[in-house]
């Protein structure tokens, strides 16, 4: 097995395709050596995994054994997985979210509560607890689980202010569905199915204030972030405070006359349609943007999707930085959403757009996020 390995290993940087290597794994693991796949990605990763940019051969054949291991069932897959992503990982969180995202969608928790015993980093069990959470699964009633997540000892990790199950607000959230070759999601963006709102003449528009600090900002847009910075991407985001209480009529005027760039020329040369939308509709755009990335990158994955999301849910609602997932529920259920939708040339109009806008309980402060990216 030795030789066959170094065989491969020696001969992957000089191939056009490495389509015969993941047959090799095929017929391995079909005949139950799941071992051969792992020692396979690990000499793989000893060999070229310093040089993943120039190397696309071992990016390609990794990826797959990796796939391979955790879309076939038996939890003697999950383990040689784990020896696998733990022996090319050298502080990959990057690896350990997507590997998380891979094993939760893969196989039942009852196999996958050998990564809170077995040689697994703390960060891809934080992932993994989270995309299984992501899942409905009651990660507190298997022991094994539930004694990690449970613990004190993780609760400086980003992830630990997230709840441990799904809340109201989240839903049923989509996610992806991997196989070996490939995966598939949906991408919720586009036009409102919701109540449409006129542009109402004579309505009531009270003056507005802009109090954007660089901080709500980051916080807001912090689910789209990665369409900036990994993709092609641009965000607006801003907060105003409100002179008078805003009623629902005079929304989407109002969003005409703060000067966002988002929207400039919109009404006029632009259409131009605003709709009321339940917070839940809201969480589950957020996510998605967050978790599964723009035009030109794969995302934060389901964990640290989720996380994106409510902290720009927090933002926009207004939530006191610091509170509990509850209480930023709470905030986000009282407050009134509504989607925007235009064709300026702000906007891609390609396949990701958001237009996103929070009026809080008491009418008088209005959050807007607006995000766009293109391939």
Request: proline content about 5%.
């Amino acid at each position: 097995m030795a030789d066959r390995i170094q065989e491969i290993v020696t001969r992957l940087p000089g191939l056009k395709s490495v389509t015969d290597v993941w047959k090799v794994a095929d017929r391995r693991l079909a005949r139950g050596d799941a071992a051969f796949v792992a020692d396979l990605g690990i000499a793989l990763a000893g060999a070229y995994g310093s040089d993943t940019r120039r190397i696309w051969q071992y990016r390609s054949v990794f990826d797959y054994l990796l796939r391979l291991l955790v879309t076939t069932p038996g939890s003697g897959n999950v383990a040689q997985a784990l020896r696998l992503v733990s022996s090319a990982e050298a502080g990959d969180r990057k690896l350990d979210r997507y590997t998380a995202s891979l094993l939760a969608s893969g196989h039942p928790a009852a196999e996958l509560a050998v990564a809170f015993s077995g040689k697994a980093s703390e960060e891809l069990r934080a992932c993994l607890v989270h995309e299984l959470v992501l899942r409905g699964v009651g990660v507190t009633e298997i022991p094994e689980i539930a004694q990690w997540a449970t613990s004190s000892h993780w609760r400086h990790h980003p992830l630990g202010w997230l709840p441990l199950a799904l809340s109201d607000v989240e839903g049923q959230p989509d996610l992806p569905s991997y196989s070996a070759r490939g995966s598939s999601y949906s991408m919720p963006y586009g036009p409102s199915e919701n109540r449409g709102l006129a542009v109402v003449a004579g309505a009531h528009v009270p003056s507005a204030e802009e109090t954007t600090t660089e901080t709500v900002a980051e916080g807001i847009g912090a689910a789209v972030t990665n369409w900036a910075e990994e993709s092609n991407g641009r965000i607006e985001a801003q907060v105003f405070e409100l002179a008078d209480p805003l009623e629902d009529e005079s929304v989407p005027s109002l969003l005409l006359a703060l000067g966002l760039e988002c929207l400039k020329g919109a009404g006029k040369k632009s259409g131009f349609s605003v709709a009321a939308c339940p917070p839940e509709q809201v969480w589950r755009l957020l996510f998605s943007a967050a978790s599964t990335g723009g035009a030109y990158n794969s995302g934060a994955y389901g964990a640290y999707g989720r996380l994106a999301a409510w902290q720009s849910l927090a933002r926009l609602s207004g939530a006191t930085e610091g509170d509990p997932a509850e209480a930023v529920e709470v905030r986000a259920q009282a407050c009134a959403w509504y989607g925007f939708s235009t064709d300026t040339q702000w906007f891609e109009q390609v396949a990701w757009d958001i237009g996103l806008a929070a009026v809080s309980p008491e009418r008088r402060r209005l959050a807007v996020l607006a995000a766009t990216d293109t391939d």
